[in-house]
C-alpha cells in the first residue's frame, strides 16, 4: 500500500512518498539533501514516526520489515510497540533481524 511518512530533520519534518510493507511499518527514501553523505537511503519506521533503521536498498528494507513484521502489532502507538517489544524480551530478535538484512542506525 501506498502512504507517507513523515521524516524529522533539524530543519523541520519532511514528509515523503512510502509503501507499507506490513501493517504499520513504513519504507520511505530520504531525499538527497537529508544526510547527503549517508549511503543508506532507505528507512524502515514504524507508522508513528520513529525509523527503526536505514538501509542501502529498499529490497534490505522489505527483507528486514518481513522479519520484523510478525514480532509485534506495528499497528499500535509507538510506545506501546516498544514496551511490547521489550517486555516480550523481542529487543534482540528485533536487533538481530534488522542487522542481519544490512540496517544501521537511521542517524548515521
Known amino acids: 500500500m ?5 521524516i524529522a530533520t533539524s530543519t523541520g519534518p519532511v514528509t515523503v512518498a512510502a509503501v507499507e510493507p506490513a501493517p504499520g511499518l513504513r519504507i520511505a527514501k ?3 539533501d537529508i544526510s547527503p553523505l549517508s549511503e543508506r537511503r532507505w528507512l524502515l519506521a514504524h507508522h508513528d514516526g520513529p525509523a527503526l533503521a536505514a538501509f542501502t536498498t529498499e529490497a ?19 510506545m506501546t510497540t516498544a514496551n ?7 529487543a534482540g530478535q528485533l536487533m538481530d533481524a534488522l542487522t542481519a538484512a544490512g540496517g ?5
Open 2 to 6: 501506498t502512504t507517507t511518512y513523515t
Open 104 to 108: 544501521a542506525h537511521p542517524n548515521n
Open 84 to 90: 511490547a517489544i521489550s517486555l516480550g524480551g523481542l
Open 30 to 32: 530520504a531525499p538527497d
Open 60 to 78: 534490505a528494507a522489505n527483507t528486514a520489515a518481513a522479519a520484523i513484521a510478525p514480532l509485534t502489532d506495528w499497528t499500535r502507538s509507538a
